[in-house]
């Protein structure tokens, strides 16, 4: 069977280095100031709002900008901004405008208004100012660069056009390399300035080699799955290969719980003491405690996944097979696990797991969680846990979490008719 190809988008952050951080800030003033001013004029133009965006961009451009012959539009606006530009503002502007809209109509209609042309017209004029939502006054969004805007993008640089204060002239600019795929597409990327950092954000879209469904993919022959069973011990996840005749090709213990553990517990401990002190804790040391502990997780949730992937490329396994749990790991591990241990992490592993999982080809189905870890995998008869052990009726013996894993990958053949 051949296998079918997709898409997937994913948006590179990439550090910026710039001498010249003060054009930047000059060109985003007046990109916002561009967005403002069209966010405005279609304000004052609602029907261009039935046409696609790209006609009321060119009926906006129409409105604003001197014909061939020079003569001047109604609206015109005086501007010294490159094409470019200026047509990325006016989509932001039209992006703006569009949600307003839809924002508006929600708000009108969860106040029962069914018919909102109608009614606003019978409406008084105190009763309109109420279900009126603020229009934009400013704007603050990053630039957007649409071809034009940049060139010579490479893995480690790009030249993009900036406002010094006089004139639109050519900088060439360091970025810290980022490998890109040499088949992706790059999308219009943005300058995304936070204080004194500067980011390039680039979304890139790459062809996924297969997006084959599972029930198809199923049937294919010398499949093989992945069951994943998740616990709170050193081992984050345990992880077996298994091929269609439920024979084991390769197991995995995915460790650093108990280091994850340890250094999260250190920063609760912090947190408890200072409580305990008395102290009021200040706004930025509960923002500097919390994106401690954020970025410990964020930083295991990615280890963990990415091994998980890695696990199943090296052992060709396209499916990976997990418990349908309710993401509410305490119903299912009791109130005593606390936030920041390992088996809290599952829901955030899972969802980096799903992205990543996806973009190699390979798909995650859940399988009901019923007996996959009361029972033994071998003989189904009902086992006795014994701290990370287990046993079964007919003395089969082993380690509980592994178990767990061999009924979940067995499950997940089974739903599929193997
Ligand atoms: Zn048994």
């Not at 261009?48 to 451009?61: A, G």
């Not at 859940?366 to 009361?374: E, G, H, Q, W």
């Amino acid at each position: 069977m051949q296998s079918k190809s997709g898409f997937y988008t994913t948006t590179y952050k990439i550090r910026l280095y710039t001498n010249h951080l003060n054009y930047i800030k000059n060109t985003e003033v007046i990109y916002n100031e561009t967005i403002l001013k069209y966010y405005n004029l279609l304000f004052d133009n609602l029907e261009f709002l039935n046409l696609s965006n790209q006609n009321c961009l060119r009926e906006l451009e129409k409105l604003t900008i001197k014909s061939k012959t020079g003569e001047k539009p109604k609206d015109y606006i005086e501007q010294d901004i490159p094409m470019y530009l200026r047509r990325a503002a006016i989509n932001q502007a039209i992006g703006y405008v569009r949600s307003y809209q839809t924002a508006l109509n929600n708000k009108m209609s969860s106040n029962n208004l069914e018919n909102t042309e109608l009614l606003r017209n019978s409406l008084n004029e105190k009763q309109k100012t109420k279900i009126t939502i603020n229009k934009a006054t400013a704007f603050h969004s990053s630039i957007m660069l649409y071809k034009g805007m940049y060139k010579d993008l490479y893995e480690d640089r790009i030249t993009i056009k900036l406002f010094d204060g006089e004139s639109w002239r050519w900088f060439p600019t360091k970025i810290k390399g980022r490998k890109i795929n040499e088949n992706a597409e790059i999308l219009s990327p943005s300058i995304v300035v936070k204080k004194d950092l500067v980011m390039l954000h680039l979304p890139v879209k790459e062809e996924i080699e297969d997006v084959t469904p599972i029930k198809e993919r199923m049937q294919q022959e010398h499949i093989q799955v992945c069951g994943i069973s998740f616990s709170n011990t050193d081992s984050f996840a345990i992880c077996v290969v298994l091929d269609e005749s439920k024979n084991i090709i390769k197991a995995k213990f995915i460790k650093g719980g108990n280091e994850y553990r340890n250094a999260t517990h250190t920063i609760l401990a912090k947190i408890k003491k200072h409580k305990q002190n008395g102290q009021k804790f200040s706004q930025r040391d509960h923002k500097h405690y919390w994106e401690k502990l954020n970025n410990i997780s964020d930083y295991y949730a990615h280890k963990v996944s990415k091994e998980i992937i890695n696990f199943c490329i090296e052992n060709n396994a396209p499916i990976i097979a997990i418990a349908d749990m309710e993401e509410d790991v305490s119903k299912h591990f009791g109130k005593k696990v606390g936030k920041y241990s390992p088996i809290y992490l599952r829901k955030r592993i899972i969802s980096y797991l799903q992205y990543k999982a996806f973009k190699q080809g390979i798909l995650i189905t859940k399988v009901r969680r019923n007996y996959t870890a009361s029972k033994c995998y071998i003989c189904r008869t009902n086992i006795k846990r014994n701290g990370s052990k287990y046993n079964c009726e007919n003395g089969h013996q082993g380690d509980y979490f592994f178990n767990s894993a061999m009924n979940i990958a067995i499950m997940c053949l089974k739903k599929f008719g193997k």
